[in-house]
């Protein structure tokens, strides 16, 4: 993986360094949840991809975006032991991970770069590994215009998202369904709202505190939307509480 982190530090990139690769992972993760942006951390291949595995199921079941990059062995050697440190991302990280792909050919690192933060960021948020195999680390990267399926990637476009990476990505709701939510919410007697992770990644804990109030719905947490109203708040019951009231509201918006 050093050519990738050596190439980093060229470009400018402030590395942070850590005695030990979950850490790592565990620090990224904390830096999406602070900012909204996606986590950046690496490994290198063999036990630095195992030591992180706990930190990366982590990532996934907070939901939080983070985009990992590992080192790899080299293809030709795959099932034949005959290499240091043989591993392999996918066996280990497809369970845990929102996707997970292994990258062979340099051709293919805008492509799989691109998609792996559009996949980190969409919604539900979550973890994504790319593993960089050593050879394709060290093969050089062809002319665009090659005729072969090496050449540069079809599907790549640079700058995709501006200066809105930040932004949380939104498929949109159907109207229908807005409509019938909405019809749900008046005829409730008993309504509750259960606030989840959604709530923080989309910033929108004003418009969720604004729409309680609005519609003097109580309102509990969980996990990372614990803030987003506050406790004092005579609308607001703390998650222990809230156990209590979802066995008895007739309608739970999450």
Do not use: C
């Amino acid at each position: 993986i050093w050519q990738i982190v050596d190439a980093m530090s060229w470009a400018g990139i402030k590395i942070v360094t850590v005695r030990h690769e979950q850490s790592g992972v565990y620090a990224a993760e904390a830096y999406s949840k602070i900012t909204g942006k996606p986590g950046i951390a690496f490994a290198t291949v063999g036990p630095g991809t195992a030591n992180i595995v706990s930190a990366v199921q982590q990532a996934y079941l907070s939901r939080s975006p983070l985009i990992v990059l590992l080192g790899g062995h080299e293809i030709q050697v795959d099932r034949l032991y005959t290499t240091i440190q043989e591993a392999y991302a996918p066996d280990m990280m497809t369970g845990i991970t929102k996707w997970t792909q292994r990258v062979v050919h340099p051709s293919q690192y805008k492509q799989f770069v691109t998609r792996a933060f559009k996949e980190a960021l969409s919604y539900p948020k979550g973890p994504v590994v790319l593993e960089f195999s050593l050879d394709g680390l060290w093969t050089p990267i062809p002319p665009a215009a090659q005729p072969s399926v090496f050449g540069e990637h079809a599907k790549y476009r640079p700058h995709w998202l501006e200066g809105e990476i930040d932004r949380p990505l939104s498929p949109g709701a159907d109207p229908a369904l807005v409509e019938r939510v909405v019809d749900l919410i008046h005829k409730a007697e008993r309504p509750l709202i259960y606030a989840g992770d959604g709530v923080h990644w989309s910033n929108a804990a004003p418009e969720l505190v604004e729409f309680a109030e609005l519609s003097q719905i109580p309102m509990t947490n969980r996990r990372i939307a614990r803030g987003a109203m506050p406790e004092v708040h005579p609308l607001f019951f703390p998650s222990r509480a809230g156990k209590g009231l979802i066995k008895e509201a007739d309608l739970l918006i999450t």
